[in-house]
């Protein structure tokens, strides 16, 4: 199926704030990465903000849907549901690489637009926050584990190992990094063996 120009336009401009960051992106560097016209960037998106906003907001959706998919796979244990949903986080993040630099640097210095930008990643933490409580209640979680604290965890060691590895020019998906991440989740599950 081919990619719409909206799309077009949002994969150009994700692949140009990444490596520009937002402040030296241009809608003109954007159009060049997207190898679309002008007129057609701004028929889609009038202004940079408005392209990057809608840029993350679409990341952080195929975000919360890749990690809802893993929540909601009623023929795993809440354990091992729970460990699908850390291997998706270091598969969204491997696969999406340019997304996850954006996301995990998203502060512009402009306070409106990193408000914006939280207020989006805030429905993904909400989701993660909601099912650890949910795991928390039914035992699965030790008592004395923040659900707020957990959820920035998940997102942040992952997406930062995703970072590291990609900055060192190192596989990111494999076994040995999902291991250590898993043992990292273990202590807060308790649970004995993988």
């Known amino acids: 199926m081919a990619r719409s120009k909206k799309d077009l336009i949002a994969q150009g401009a994700l692949t140009a704030f990444a490596q520009y960051g937002y402040s030296d992106t241009t809608m003109d ?65 491997s696969e999406h690489q340019e997304l996850c630099l954006l996301l995990l640097s998203f502060f512009t210095g402009d306070e409106q637009r990193d408000q914006a930008i939280s207020t989006l990643l805030a ?35 992952t997406g930062f190992t995703v970072l590291r590895k990609q900055f060192r020019k190192e596989p990111v998906d494999t076994e040995e990094t999902r291991q250590t991440l898993r043992s990292l989740l273990h202590g807060v599950l308790g649970r004995k063996e993988w």
């Open 29 to 93: 560097t954007i159009a060049e990465v997207a190898q679309v016209a002008k007129g057609t960037l701004y028929y889609h998106f009038s202004t940079k903000e408005e392209l990057f906003l809608f840029v993350i907001e679409k990341g952080v959706k195929m975000l919360i849907d890749s990690v809802n998919s893993a929540m909601q796979d009623s023929n795993l244990s809440a354990d091992e549901r729970m460990v699908c949903v850390l291997d998706e986080h270091l598969r969204f993040f």
């Open 123 to 157: 429905g993904y933490f909400s989701t993660m926050e909601k099912y650890l409580a949910e795991l928390k209640g039914q035992g699965h979680l030790k008592p004395d584990a923040d659900v707020r604290t957990l959820a920035s965890a998940m997102f942040g060691m």
